[in-house]
C-alpha cells in the first residue's frame, strides 16, 4: 500500500463516518452563524409536504374536456430533510404533481425526483451537500470545502458528471420518448410515467456520455426538425458558457463553446428558425463577494450592460456557426416568450427586470404577499442582423410584475401572436394576462383572469386542442392548466381554464385532497405519448 493509500485510510477511519461529518458541519455552522434559518420559502404553502401519495377517483367540478387526455406534470422544490442552514427556494429537492386524465377520471399522484444528491442524504439520513442558501460568508466557504473533503474521502461517491449533484427540481421536457427533470446545475434526469400518472426517475441522461456540460431547465425543442437544442453555463472554466444540439432521435449532434465576457447565471434563451438567442446578462458569479460582503456570491452589475448574442444553428452536415453580440442596457432576464426572424430582424420577446438580487427578499415571513419578489415587466427586443443596431420596447407598462410566460408549442421560434403570463401579489400569483403581441405596447393587453380571494396560482401551461387546426390559424384555441392552492381550505385543486376566452370560471376543477405546493414549471404529455416512452 503506497504512503498516500495508508493515510487516505486513516483518514477514513479516523473521520470517514458521516456522523464524525456532520458534528464538524455542526459546529463550523454554530460558529459562523449558518444555522436554521426562518424564511418565507419553508412556510405556508411554500413548505414541503411530508410523503408521496397517490389518490384516485378525484372530484371533478365542471367537465373535463374530451380532448384533454394524458398527464399534467409539474416540477418544484420540496426539501425531504429540514435544512441544517440558510434555505433559497432554488434549493429544495425536486418533487413532481401530476394529473393523469382520462374522460373525467382523475388521479393525483407526488413523487421526489431519486436524484443522486437525494439518494445519498436518504442513506445518511440527513443532508449531506451544499446549497445555494449557504453560501454566505467564511462559513459559506468552510462549508463548501468540507463538501470537497467528503468527496476525496469517499463518503459520498458518485460517477464522473458534468456540473454538479443537484435536485432536478426546476422543469421538465418530453423529448425522444423521455420525460426529462432538469436543473441547470446538473445533467437531466430520465423520468417514466407509469400507469395513471405515477412517475419514477429511471436515471440520468447524458448522451452516450458525449454530453460534457450542465444543461438549462429551459431546453427548446423544434416543432419542425424535433430537435432539442440547449446551452450550460460553467462558473469555473472558461469560456463560461457550452451549446449543444440532439437530434430527433435522442443522438447530440454537436458541441459548441460560448466565449462570454464573465461567469453568469444564464437562465434561459430562445431559438429562432436559424438562431439560438444567447442571453448575456450581467448576473455575475463573483466568489470574493460572499466573503467580503457576506452575500450570496452572485452580483447584477449594471455598469457591464447586457448582450445578446445570436448564434447560427447548425444542422445535420453543418456545425454551428459564430456568435453575433449586440449591447443593450442592463437587465435580467430570467424567461423568454419566444423568437422569430422578420428580414434582416430577430424579435425576441422576454421578462425583464430592471434590477435583480438572488439574496432573499424582505417582508413577513408569514404572509408572503406582502414580500417584495422583484419586478419584471415583458419586453421586446428587436436585433438587426445586417446593422448590428439592437433596441428594446416595454409591451405592458401597467404590469410591472408579469412572469412565466407560455405560447403555443407549435410556434416556437416562429412568429407568434399570443402569450400568457401570470401575475403577481408580492411572492403570489394571483391570476393570468393573456396578450396580444401583434398589437402596440400599452395596448396588447387582451384577457386577465383574476383568482378569487385566498387563492393563488402558479405557471399556466398552454395545451393546444388536440384535434384542433394548426397553430397559425388558431393560435390561442386550447386550455390553461395550472395548480390552484386555497388557503383558507389549505387543499389544492387543477384548475383547466378556456385560453381562447379566457373565461373566469374554470371549465373544470379536479379537487386534490392534498395541499401542493407552489413550484416552477410544467407541462402536459399527451396519452399518445405516454406509449412512446422508452
Not at 385 to 410: K, N, W, Y
Not at 507 to 519: D, L, N
Request: charged share 20%; with cysteine.
Amino acid at each position: 500500500m503506497t504512503g498516500f493509500a495508508t493515510i487516505l485510510s486513516l483518514f477514513r477511519k479516523l473521520l470517514g463516518f458521516r456522523i464524525t461529518f456532520c458534528s464538524l458541519e455542526r459546529l463550523i455552522r454554530r460558529l459562523s452563524g449558518h444555522g436554521p434559518k426562518t424564511t418565507v420559502f419553508l412556510a405556508g404553502n411554500y413548505s414541503p409536504v411530508q410523503k408521496e401519495t397517490t389518490a384516485q377517483g378525484l372530484q371533478v367540478e365542471g367537465d373535463i374536456p374530451s380532448d384533454l387526455e394524458g398527464v399534467f406534470v409539474r416540477n418544484g422544490p420540496n426539501p425531504m430533510f429540514k435544512p441544517k442552514g440558510g434555505y433559497h427556494l432554488f434549493d429544495g429537492d425536486g418533487m413532481t404533481h401530476s394529473v393523469y386524465i382520462s374522460g373525467q377520471h382523475a388521479v393525483y399522484s407526488n413523487r421526489y425526483i431519486k436524484t443522486v444528491k437525494l439518494k445519498h442524504e436518504i442513506e445518511a439520513g440527513f443532508p449531506l451537500f451544499s446549497k445555494i442558501g449557504d453560501l454566505h460568508g467564511f462559513g459559506g466557504l468552510l462549508i463548501l470545502l468540507l463538501g470537497v473533503v467528503r468527496k476525496r474521502l469517499g463518503i459520498v461517491s458518485y460517477e464522473r458528471q458534468p456540473g454538479s449533484p443537484q435536485t432536478a427540481n426546476t422543469a421538465l421536457e418530453f423529448h425522444a420518448g423521455q420525460l426529462l427533470a432538469l436543473n441547470e446545475g446538473d445533467v437531466p434526469y430520465h423520468l417514466r410515467i407509469l400507469c395513471e400518472g405515477i412517475i419514477e426517475t429511471i436515471g440520468t441522461v447524458m448522451y452516450d456520455k458525449k454530453l460534457t456540460h450542465a444543461v438549462t431547465a429551459h431546453p427548446k425543442i423544434d416543432p419542425e426538425t424535433k430537435e432539442m437544442i440547449f446551452f450550460g453555463y460553467e462558473l469555473q472554466n472558461e469560456p463560461w458558457c457550452k451549446y449543444s444540439e440532439v437530434d430527433a432521435n435522442g443522438r447530440l449532434r454537436s458541441t459548441t463553446p460560448i466565449a462570454l465576457r464573465f461567469p453568469i447565471m444564464m437562465h434561459d434563451f430562445a431559438i429562432t428558425e436559424r438562431y439560438a438567442c444567447i442571453l448575456d446578462a450581467p448576473l455575475r458569479f463573483m466568489p470574493d463577494v460572499m466573503i467580503k460582503e457576506n452575500t450570496l456570491p452572485f452580483v447584477f452589475d449594471k455598469a457591464a450592460g447586457m448582450r445578446i448574442g445570436l448564434l447560427r444553428r447548425g444542422s445535420a452536415t453543418t456545425p454551428p456557426g459564430t456568435v453575433q453580440w449586440f449591447d443593450l442596457p442592463a437587465g435580467m432576464i430570467f424567461h423568454t416568450v419566444n423568437a422569430w426572424e422578420e428580414g434582416d430582424l430577430v424579435h425576441l420577446c422576454a421578462c425583464r427586470m430592471e434590477e435583480f438580487s438572488l439574496e432573499l427578499p424582505a417582508g413577513d415571513v408569514n404572509d408572503p404577499a406582502s414580500v417584495d419578489a422583484g419586478h419584471a415587466e415583458l419586453y421586446k427586443y428587436t436585433l438587426n442582423t445586417s446593422t448590428g443596431e439592437a433596441s428594446q420596447e416595454c409591451m405592458l407598462p401597467d404590469f410591472v410584475s408579469v412572469e412565466f410566460p407560455r405560447i403555443h408549442p407549435g410556434l416556437l421560434g416562429k412568429r407568434n401572436r399570443f402569450t400568457y403570463l401570470v401575475t403577481f401579489e408580492g411572492l403570489l400569483i394571483n391570476g393570468v394576462i393573456k396578450v396580444d403581441l401583434s398589437q402596440p405596447a400599452g395596448s396588447c393587453l387582451v384577457g386577465q383572469i383574476q383568482y378569487p380571494e385566498s387563492c393563488f396560482g402558479g405557471e399556466c401551461v398552454f395545451v393546444p386542442r388536440k384535434d384542433g387546426p394548426s397553430a397559425e390559424e388558431s393560435e390561442d384555441d386550447g386550455y390553461l392548466l395550472t395548480f390552484v392552492h386555497n388557503q383558507a381550505t389549505n387543499l389544492s385543486e387543477l384548475w383547466v381554464m378556456d385560453a381562447c376566452s379566457m373565461s373566469q370560471d374554470p371549465i373544470a376543477r379536479v379537487k386534490i385532497p392534498e395541499r401542493v405546493p407552489y413550484g416552477f414549471h410544467g407541462l402536459f404529455v399527451r396519452q399518445r405519448d405516454l406509449g412512446l416512452q422508452k
